[in-house]
């Protein structure tokens, strides 16, 4: 089946690090994607990670995959007020490039 | 290098009417999806066009279709709307459907059903 669970509210300090964790279900995703949506805008892509990678690094995003458990975290470090937003996680289904989008979790980020 | 536009950005028709959603694919892109984001939700794939031909559908009935234009740019026209059609809309574009990893979007259509 297809689903992509996310906790819906994550509050952090400035100054401190974010998880935003994420589950799928389906075994066969090619990648998994991490975008970010401000109040009233598009969708901006972060970062993604191919299936068969356990981590990616750029610059304070941090991507852990466990393939195993279908666990999939964005950590972002040093986090900045103007990183508040809501982030997405999804997955590349097989079948003609379609995402499948988690609901998204809202970061607040207090001074 | 142009990113991915998208008119009108606001658009609020009544239940029963025809809308017609435009849609510009990043510079050298040639592949489109569309997506429904309900508020709230995460964004829901309607389907996805490449080189002008239909190239995958989600779970949305045929009132919703698509057009693909010599220059990639696309249509979502939306016939019969209904109330819960209300939502932002959201296409992505993206460099050939098999390689279809990096999907950028644009900043979406908001419409109103009344």
């Known amino acids: 089946g297809e689903d992509v669970e996310q906790s819906l509210f994550l509050s952090v300090r400035e100054g401190d690090s974010s998880v935003i964790n994420c589950t799928y279900t389906d075994s066969s995703s090619t990648y998994l994607y991490w975008y970010k949506q401000e109040p009233g805008a598009g969708l901006q892509l972060l970062t993604y990670?191919?299936?068969?990678?356990d981590m990616k690094q750029d610059q304070r995003l941090t991507v852990l995959l466990n393939k195993k458990d279908k666990h999939l975290s964005l950590r972002i470090a040093d986090t900045q007020t103007g990183d508040s937003a809501i982030y997405f996680c999804a997955e590349m289904h097989n079948q003609g490039g379609k995402l499948i989008f988690g609901q998204g979790t809202e970061l607040s980020v207090k001074p | 290098e142009t990113g991915v536009t998208q008119s009108p950005t606001h658009l609020i028709k009544t239940r029963g009417q025809q809308v017609t959603l435009r849609c510009s694919s990043q510079?050298?892109?040639?592949?489109v999806s569309w997506y429904q984001q309900a508020l709230g939700q995460g964004p829901q794939f309607i389907f996805q066009y490449y080189r002008e031909e239909e190239n995958g559908r989600g779970n949305f009935p045929p009132r919703f279709s698509g057009l693909q234009f010599p220059n990639y740019s696309s249509e979502l026209n939306v016939n019969a709307l209904e109330l819960d059609d209300s939502a932002l809309y959201l296409c992505?574009?993206?460099?050939?459907?098999?390689?279809?990893?990096?999907?950028?979007f644009g900043p979406g259509t908001r419409l109103t059903v009344t």
């Open positions: 990670i191919f299936s068969n990678m």
């Open positions: 992505a574009s993206s460099l050939g459907h098999r390689s279809t990893y990096e999907q950028y």
């Open positions: 510079s050298g892109h040639n592949t």
